[in-house]
């Protein structure tokens, strides 16, 4: 069991992961954080490749939040978006073995509703938009055994 804060997705926007490896290559993992407009929510399973490794890759996939709006004073616009998400990341460990650092990149399957609303939100003459979301989201994190 490891346990960790960081940003990104799989920590719930900016907050904490917890994991537990059930084999040496599974890790199954729950994020928990603030996401802009509220608790960002995210589970998954991450299969790594080379467990025993210093520098180990692995493949992810989550569900969760995935996307938000966030319009400040501005209830209507403002909604978090749950979906799937896939991604690769590396482990990298020190030589003691009491934690790692843990970079990902994600691809999240974003949903039509998303889509919508965020065209929604461009056309709005009244709303400034500063800044769309990017394709894909990154994560950072640094885990402590337990």
């Known amino acids: 069991m490891t346990i960790g804060p960081g940003i990104g997705l799989d920590f719930g926007g900016l907050g ?3 994991s537990g490896r059930p084999l040496p290559a599974l890790n199954l993992l729950l994020g928990v ?9 995210n589970a998954g399973a991450a299969w790594r490749m080379l467990p025993k490794k210093r520098f180990c890759p692995y493949l992810v996939g989550l569900y969760g939040y995935n996307a938000v709006i966030s319009i400040r004073n501005d209830e209507g616009y ?8 896939a991604g690769v990341g590396i482990e990298i460990h020190p030589r003691r ?3 790692h650092l843990q970079l990902a990149v994600y691809l999240p399957f974003r949903s039509a509703e998303f889509t919508d609303d965020l065209e929604r939100v461009k056309a709005d003459p009244v709303v ?3 800044a769309e ?4 989201a990154f994560s950072l994190g640094y885990h402590f055994g337990l």
Do not use: E, M
């Open 128 to 130: 400034d938009l500063r």
């Open 133 to 136: 979301p990017l394709p894909v």
């Open 97 to 99: 073995r009491s934690g």
């Open 78 to 85: 403002t909604r978090t978006y749950y979906g799937p998400s």
């Open 33 to 41: 954080g603030y996401n802009l407009n509220g608790a960002g929510i």
């Open 16 to 18: 904490v992961q917890v």
